[in-house]
């Protein structure tokens, strides 16, 4: 609770550094707070609206009447109401007299709980401080280098993982028995959500905001999901959200036209309208946007002690012609938003101090900004990039007719030129399985034998490629139908056989990474991979090596893109020895055939391209191997000479 303590001065202060674009911490004077006032207890609420004729506050405490005019301070162009009479779970709005005369009821900006659908009013309510009990996960956070660790999401929308057998969705509550348990069982390492905050409309999947502070309704209260954040925790499981600074949602109730004239957004229509997503864009260069988001971030970090943050859309922020409507070029007369460029940087910088530790992901498409590394070099000051060309030619190719391959087969190889470009991650997300692209599963080619296999193929691909994973749920077990934001997942497909043992596979292969320092220790330098053949077009075998710190520890990734078994395979390896099989896509367990592995293979001295031994093994048809060495012998190196 507030008290006179807090000064007219301490406010005028802060909505200073609001209008400056330095208040991190905006919603500690906008919105409602609990006060004491002449001996009272009440609430001040308190809303910016600078052009405004005349603020009303009105909810359920009032009937929705005029009986509560707020008082425009003329310096700041806020409003503000001291009243004593909502109470907790009253509803409430602000009437707004516009800049030109139109009166339109508007939801608070800083609102931290809303109603459910289909109503949008804030809710008075409480969240007591929470005493947390996550203190090891932070201190094991603060002791390692996560650039240096696996980091494997599972990509979730909260509310059709699961669904009540009457149809409705889990709630935080609900999802803190069963969802975090299934994720440890699997052997991830976090959860990344979709948007959590408060939005309208179901059918945007959580992108298109009205609430920037407020868990959405449709989720549960904001005291479930820190519990599910904290049970994360104590089961070393760490959390992500997706957030959404760029563009909000168009209804006239929210953010657009707040006071009548474009407050939030950019004056110029053209740059206002998003018409990609039927959406208004933010004007990131205006101060006063620049706290409201920024402190919407801090305020999800810090409220629900998450790990990080995934930011959406970030080339529509970069990028002038990104939308599909008219666009004028900047002063230098190229495409680059520098209101947006530089707000990321801003956001980056003061996140990173505030919270070294959180983890920073970029969903982004192009190639001409640096987007992860320092602020100082230009970079935008990400931790990771979605590896979006990565996604698409890996998905093209994997599409294909086999007979066709050999002719494409850089679409896999290429990325092996541009991986230390960026920090990446490797996506399989959410939007490669909706608006009739067909679900993982079903992309693949052939029979659904064929298919599966392909699919054990590919994420045994995407594991053992540099960069940290993500998949989306459902495809860990082959899900075949597309994903519907408004129906649960298609569970009872577990009944199958081959979607239990894809379901096994991913666990298998989930604990296979975190248990290899190769597929992650180095993965920051070149020094992390060795290419073996990455040119046998014909045959369509791709075979690599990843390395770890220790010489002795590092692995053979052989990976077959047709249906032809491949017997006495060629395959180089930099060391004299045995290497035993400790990975084959087709063993039965996986929904394959095999019931055993190859034996451990035995080095010939017979050079393979670039490595003085070379071993030979069946490989599977669309199958993939990992190699380890078994026996080996190492040259000692001998000391330079002084």
């Not at 029979?447 to 691909?461: E, P, W």
């Amino acid at each position: 609770m507030q008290t006179n303590e807090y000064l007219e001065l301490e406010i005028e202060d802060a909505v200073k550094r609001f209008h400056t674009g330095e208040n991190f911490y905006s919603q500690h004077i906008f919105g409602y707070h609990q006060i004491e006032q002449d001996g009272e207890t009440g609430f001040v609420f308190r809303v910016w609206a600078p052009n405004a004729q005349q603020v009303w506050l009105v909810g359920t405490f009032n009937d929705w009447d005029e009986s509560l005019p707020m008082q425009k301070n003329e310096s700041y162009g806020y409003w503000e109401v001291f009243t004593v009479k909502p109470a907790e779970n009253d509803l409430y709005k602000y009437k707004v007299r516009q800049a030109d005369g139109r009166e339109v009821h508007k939801i608070d900006p800083f609102a931290f709980a809303f109603e459910k659908r289909p109503g949008n009013a804030a809710v008075i309510h409480h969240v007591q401080e929470k005493k947390w009990k996550d203190g090891l996960w932070y201190g094991r956070k603060k002791r390692s280098n996560y650039f240096k660790r696996p980091i494997n999401i599972y990509e979730v929308h909260a509310s059709s993982w699961k669904h009540h057998e009457d149809g409705t969705p889990y709630s935080f509550a609900d999802l803190k028995k069963e969802l975090i348990p299934y994720v440890k069982e699997m052997g991830y390492t976090h959860i990344e959500f979709m948007p959590l905050m408060e939005h309208p409309l179901g059918a945007s999947w959580g992108y298109q905001l009205i609430g920037y502070f407020a868990l959405s309704s449709y989720y549960g209260k904001p005291e479930e999901f820190q519990d599910f954040v904290e049970e994360c925790h104590r089961n070393n499981i760490g959390v992500f959200v997706d957030w959404v600074p760029g563009h909000c949602c168009i209804n006239d109730d929210a953010l657009p036209k707040y006071d009548g004239t474009p407050q939030f957004e950019y004056e110029n229509p053209d740059r206002a309208a998003n018409i990609r997503w039927g959406s208004v864009n933010f004007d990131l260069g205006k101060p006063e946007v620049q706290s409201f988001l920024i402190s919407s971030a801090l305020f999800w970090l810090e409220m629900y002690h998450i790990d990080g943050i995934r930011v959406d859309a970030v080339s529509s922020m970069l990028y002038l012609d990104y939308d599909d409507g008219p666009w004028e070029p900047n002063h230098e007369g190229g495409n680059r938003n520098y209101e947006g460029y530089y707000f990321l940087q801003k956001l980056n910088a003061v996140v990173k101090l505030a919270h070294p530790e959180a983890i920073m992901i970029a969903e982004e498409s192009s190639s001409d900004t640096q987007i992860t590394g320092l602020v100082e070099t230009g970079a935008l000051g990400f931790d990771y990039k979605w590896n979006m060309g990565w996604m698409n030619d890996v998905l093209t190719f994997y599409e294909m007719d086999p007979v066709f391959r050999k002719d494409h087969f850089n679409l896999i190889t290429f990325s092996f030129m541009y991986m230390m470009q960026e920090n990446f991650i490797l996506p399989l997300s959410h939007d490669e399985v909706v608006h009739g692209k067909k679900s993982l599963m079903h992309k693949m080619w052939g029979d659904r034998y064929k298919q599966f296999a392909q699919l054990r193929n590919l994420y045994t691909y995407k594991m053992t490629h540099p960069g940290k994973k993500l998949l989306f749920m459902g495809s860990e077990w082959g899900q075949f139908l597309e994903w519907k934001y408004d129906e649960e997942l298609e569970w009872r497909d577990l009944d199958d056989t081959l979607n239990k043992s894809m379901q096994h596979f991913t666990s298998s292969l989930n604990t296979l990474y975190k248990e290899q320092p190769a597929l992650w220790e180095l993965e920051e330098s070149y020094d992390t991979i060795s290419i073996i053949d990455a040119d046998n077009r014909d045959e369509s075998v791709l075979s690599f090596i990843r390395k770890s710190k220790k010489k002795k520890d590092f692995l053979i990734i052989i990976l077959n893109m047709t249906p032809v078994e491949r017997h006495d395979f060629p395959i180089g390896v930099p060391f004299e020895g045995s290497y035993k099989e400790i990975w084959n896509t087709e063993m039965e367990a996986f929904g394959g055939t095999w019931e055993v592995h190859n034996p451990d293979q035995l080095t010939e001295e017979v050079r393979f391209k670039e490595y003085p031994y070379r071993i030979k093994t069946v490989v599977p048809a669309l199958g993939a191997l990992i190699l380890q060495p078994d026996t080996i012998k190492i040259p000692r190196t001998r000391p330079s000479a002084k």
